[in-house]
């Protein structure tokens, strides 16, 4: 199996959404290169025809009945946002001018 | 009462009895376990968010519903006293893994990106505590979102285990156990992942209960990793856990991942002992890299119990070498998921940048740490284009072997004994710079959670260190009360060993 790089730590990093200084980028590809090289051994083992679990547990989808419930009054859901407008949450524009 | 110091140590089952009787008050008590919190803390730091006030306001409830039962039944109108399992929580305090959700007290989960995090709402363990009447004393450390083997990825410091201050209590429920070990609770709840209530129970010589995958709500509980997380209690005595169990457990519609069928009566199951139940050994739990005097310990509480009338029949986890590897890449692809909702906008957080995505990545670089980084990066990386099939899905395959493993263990064992790690509690910063070697600390333990199946650990000894060791037993799905009745066989008959008289130093003498 081919090393992790550090570009491919970038594009990953980017992928997540985390801001990775230099340093970390360096550290991240040689251990996450040990850990993916130890986990490479599952492809010893034949797994043709073998069910995944993605629960350990059957799940079946739950309904509950189309009722209207109050929900959490509106200023406790926004005590703990970090920026906040006219009750609502506040982030940077995301829509640029033309 | 005249030495409430020396009720620091006893079992919720003894408590309750003195409460009942008007020996001690809830009052009394939660005073008392404040005063240690103050007196030990300082050194064991166990403890991330103390709430003196409102324990001593559920305490003073609790105190006016025992003084209603007393007069109910001294006026009659109740025939006999309540039954334990009903009743038995109420005035008892307790420790809350800082993971579980708890409203208006901040709720952390050990990352600085949840510093000032206050729930609007609580977990539903919470809450069925709160209506048992039992009296939470505070949040407890732990690694950052439950990723870790030694409560040394908190980023509000690491918790050091009561046995040895220079030695880790285990993880990620480091504060849980060493709370309940410092006498700084007489219960607590954590959370476990890949064994992160069992092994710190075992590093600090308490019980902990890794139920069922789906027998506990998990509303409330910050996820990790959502196919695998199950909140479990930590206790002095097995019979507690039990008591504890039953008080939690139990179908909840808040949680789709809830089984509903109802809890069994497990308390009335654990004295049953152990005569003709077969338990499955097998020897890939007992290979190369296992300390000798945890294996003496467990082959020696094996011996007990056959005497006790157990018998030992032989068992096979041919792919138990592979519960590592297959862990490592679904609970981290889960963390990556589950971790994408940190993005500084509704609550924790913000770290400002020029548009939303620097703002995001910034935000995750300041609030998240190194480990937490670490697997979110691995997640990521397994989950992406081209790596998906070769690495989650083959990781989920397995994960498929190793649940076959165990039901075929089970035809012919009822439960099997194994140990809890492979190591006694290793010093602080011995394995903070190699991954790997930490994740290998929980080898004994990450495949229960991989099948979904019940653990217990239960102290079985001590190294000649005075090391408290742990010994597991895992059990098929739903059989609590068949794991809890060989532990409670593994204590009865370990026991008058193991309690006459060791307890942490720190915690009788303080710092």
Redesign the interface.
């Known amino acids: 199996m081919a090393a992790?790089t550090p570009d491919?730590?970038r594009h990953?990093?980017r992928?997540?959404?985390?801001?990775?200084g230099d340093e970390?980028v360096q550290r991240?590809a040689e251990?996450?290169d040990?850990?993916?090289r130890?986990?490479a051994?599952?492809?010893e083992?034949n797994?043709e025809g073998?069910?995944?679990?993605?629960?350990?547990?059957p799940?079946h989808?739950?309904m509950?009945p189309d009722e209207v419930r109050p929900s959490?009054p509106r200023e406790?859901?926004l005590?703990?946002?970090?920026?906040q407008e006219n009750h609502m949450?506040k982030?940077?524009?995301?829509i640029e001018e033309t | 009462m005249s030495d409430l110091r020396e009720l620091l140590f006893a079992s919720i089952e003894e408590l309750s009895a003195l409460l009942w009787q008007g020996e001690i008050t809830a009052r009394e008590l939660a005073e008392a376990h404040l005063r240690q919190i103050e007196r030990v803390d300082p050194a064991i730091h166990a403890y991330l968010t103390v709430v003196a006030d409102r324990a001593l306001e559920q305490a003073a409830e609790a105190d006016r519903k025992l003084a209603d039962h007393r007069k109910a039944a001294s006026t009659g109108r109740a025939s006999s006293p309540p039954q334990p399992a009903e009743l038995s929580l109420l005035g008892i305090p307790w420790a809350c893994k800082d993971v579980l959700c708890t409203r208006g007290v901040r709720t952390t989960c050990g990352s600085r990106i949840l510093e000032?995090?206050?729930p609007?709402?609580s977990a539903t363990v919470v809450e069925r505590l709160d209506g048992a009447g039992a009296v939470m004393l505070g949040k407890v450390n732990m690694d950052e979102f439950a990723m870790g083997s030694s409560t040394e990825n908190s980023a509000f410091g690491v918790t050091r285990n009561p046995w040895d201050l220079e030695r880790v209590p285990g993880g990620s429920s480091g504060g849980s156990a060493a709370a309940v070990a410092a006498g700084e609770a007489v219960f607590s709840l954590g959370s476990d992942t890949g064994g992160s209530v069992r092994l710190p129970a075992a590093y600090c010589g308490t019980v902990g209960l890794k139920p069922t995958?789906?027998t506990v709500s998990r509303y409330g509980l910050i996820a990790f990793a959502s196919?695998l997380d199950q909140v479990g209690p930590l206790t002095r005595t097995v019979r507690d856990a039990a008591l504890v169990f039953q008080a939690i457990a139990g179908h909840d519609?808040l949680d789709?991942?809830s089984?509903p069928r109802p809890v069994g009566p497990v308390l009335e199951e654990v004295e049953k002992g152990v005569r003709g139940l077969k338990l499955g050994l097998a020897p890939e739990y007992f290979g190369e890299g296992l300390s000798p005097a945890i294996r003496e310990a467990v082959l020696s509480a094996v011996r007990r119990l056959e005497r006790e009338g157990a018998e030992v029949v032989e068992a096979h986890m041919p792919?138990l070498d592979?519960a590592?590897?297959?862990y490592?890449?679904i609970a981290p692809s889960e963390a990556?998921s589950n971790l994408?909702r940190y993005?500084?906008?509704?609550?924790?957080?913000?770290t400002?940048?020029?548009?939303?995505?620097?703002?995001?990545?910034?935000t995750?670089?300041d609030g998240?740490g190194p480990e937490v980084?670490?697997r979110?990066?691995?997640g990521?990386?397994a989950l992406?284009a081209g790596y998906y099939e070769?690495?989650y899905?083959?990781?989920?395959?397995?994960?498929?072997?190793i649940?076959r493993d165990f039901e075929e263990a089970f035809r012919s064992a009822d439960v099997l004994v194994t140990p809890v790690s492979p190591t006694v509690p290793f010093r602080l910063g011995e394995k903070v710079e190699d991954?790997?070697q930490m994740y290998l600390t929980d080898i004994y333990t990450l495949s229960v959670n991989?099948?979904?199946?019940p653990g217990v650990s239960v102290p079985c000894g001590f190294s000649p260190e005075t090391l408290p060791i742990g010994l597991q037993v895992i059990g098929p799905?739903f059989s609590e009360g068949r794991v809890l009745r060989v532990a409670r066989a593994v204590e009865r008959t370990v026991g008058a060993e193991l309690t006459s008289g060791r307890r942490p130093a720190v915690a009788v003498n303080g710092r």
Do not use: C, W
Not at chain 2, 393 to 401: D, E, S
């Open positions: 992790i491919e730590v990953v990093a992928l997540a959404r985390l801001a990775l970390e991240f251990q996450l040990d850990i993916l130890a986990a051994r599952l492809q083992l797994t073998v069910d995944p679990t993605f629960y350990p547990l799940l989808n739950v509950r959490l406790q859901v005590h703990n946002a970090p920026d949450f982030v940077p524009r995301i | 000032h995090f206050v609007p709402y995958y789906g196919s519609p789709s991942t089984a792919h592979y590592l590897p297959v490592y890449l990556s994408a993005d500084g906008v509704r609550y924790g957080l913000r400002p940048g020029e548009d939303i995505i620097a703002q995001f990545s910034r995750r670089r998240f980084k670490r979110i990066m691995l990521t990386y992406s070769a690495f899905l083959k990781a989920q395959k397995v994960r498929t072997l649940r991954p790997l991989l099948a979904g199946l799905a």
